[in-house]
């Protein structure tokens, strides 16, 4: 880049990270999605803002071969300011590295990382329930991402150098990102490249930024929660918070591990609220856990039953998808880091799972006979009024299922 582009960038982040300071210090900013914060105290997590600045301006400088030490270096450091916890968790993640290398059979090694979960979250859950509840939405996807990555691949031996370049990945660490932005394992290590360009500058920095307005948003919409908007609009109204309060987050550790030299392809959300069926939602929102529901759970069924009929393969492979998948990834591995509310939240889960199952599989069932009928929607002034009707429905009930 020129010395004008660098300059504009540097002063772009610093304001960037002032934004954040401040929001951290003088407003309710938590540093996740769904209720999970950090728990640092507004001091600790300028320190986590500064150590990310000057990581990204040491990787502008440092030799090639340097540049996964000074990430990894930086993401320990990040994970340091957490103290004993943070040092303890370190610890399980080398250990669960080292046990998944052990020579078991393939179906112990697809159990064990279940037990290492269900272990670390009967530890931890005595001991910092609070902390250890932040880490399993830290670590605990990723390390589903790695399992399946091996088990695809013939269980080949791990290097450590990625699966620490996978899980100190520092914004990753600051922004616990839960189901926002999940990184396929295989592609985060070879897709690094740590000398900044202008195309990823500009989309780092424009992601950092999409992430601050959703929050000047955010506020402009918690302003209407006083009065009575009745009980779908406020159901609605919920609903826009809720998509705004994981926009901010997951926009802003997206644009930070850009600018840490991770080029994943898909940004993470594209205005879920423009979406105008259930399948156009999940594409929309939390674009990386669809990603990986659909390679774990979706595309394997589909593929086992590729010679039955089309229709029963797929709502088999939703139904495997939203309700196993969704199990895994929505409960599992949230509560069994926090027992008490294990059997509180299982029906809600499962409500909620089995309602999307039955509109994912009846919109990619129609889908499906439309697309063997060669079938059009329809165009002009009657293509703008069904559109907009589907856009009302999906939008009111995703609301109301995101409710449960």
Not at 102 to 127: D, F, S
Not at 216 to 229: E, N, P, S, T, Y
Request: with cysteine; proline share 6%; charged share 15%.
């Amino acid at each position: 880049m020129t010395r004008a582009r660098t300059l504009a960038t540097w002063l772009a982040l610093l304001a960037a990270a002032a934004c954040l300071s401040v929001l951290r210090e003088k407003a309710p900013f938590p540093t996740s999605v769904f209720r999970i914060d950090s728990g640092v105290s507004s001091a600790q997590f300028d320190v986590q803002l500064a150590l990310m600045l000057a990581g990204v301006a040491l990787l502008q400088v440092v030799p090639p071969r340097r540049a996964r030490l000074v990430v990894v270096a930086e993401g320990c450091a990040c994970l340091a300011v957490h103290g004993v916890v943070g040092a303890a968790f370190a610890v399980a993640l080398v250990a669960w590295f080292f046990v998944l290398e052990l020579p078991l059979p393939r179906r112990l090694r697809l159990v064990l990382p279940v037990l290492l979960l269900l272990a670390t979250g009967l530890v931890g859950g005595r001991l910092a329930p609070t902390r250890t509840f932040l880490f399993s939405a830290l670590f605990g996807m990723r390390l589903m991402m790695v399992v399946w990555d091996k088990w695809q691949r013939g269980w080949p031996r791990g290097r450590f150098g990625d699966w620490a370049l996978y899980f100190t990945s520092p914004a990753l660490v600051v922004f616990p990102p839960y189901v926002t932005v999940i990184p396929f394992y295989e592609r985060h290590a070879g897709s690094f490249a740590p000398r900044l360009d202008v195309e990823r500058a500009r989309l780092g920095i424009g992601h950092i930024g999409t992430g601050l307005l959703a929050q000047l948003a955010l506020w402009a919409v918690r302003a209407q929660l006083g009065g009575d908007h009745g009980w779908l609009g406020t159901r609605l109204l919920d609903y826009v918070i809720l998509v705004l309060g994981v926009a901010r987050i997951a926009h802003i550790a997206y644009g930070l591990t850009l600018l840490h030299g991770f080029a994943d392809p898909r940004p993470p959300m594209r205005a879920p609220l423009l979406a105008t069926d259930v399948v156009d939602m999940w594409n929309r929102f939390q674009v990386h856990q669809k990603d990986m529901q659909v390679a774990f759970f979706y595309a394997p069924v589909l593929i086992a039953l590729r010679r039955a009929n089309r229709y029963v393969a797929i709502v088999a492979a939703t139904a495997m998808t939203m309700l196993v998948g969704n199990f895994a990834v929505h409960f599992l591995l949230r509560y069994v880091f926090a027992l008490p509310s294990f059997g509180e939240r299982l029906g809600p889960t499962f409500a909620f799972a089995a309602a999307q199952f039955v509109a994912l599989a009846v919109t990619l069932c129609l889908g499906e006979w439309r697309r063997r009928r060669k079938r059009r929607p329809p165009r002009g002034m009657a293509g703008f009024a069904y559109t907009l009707v589907c856009w009302a429905a999906t939008q009111a009930f995703t609301a109301v299922v995101f409710s449960w």
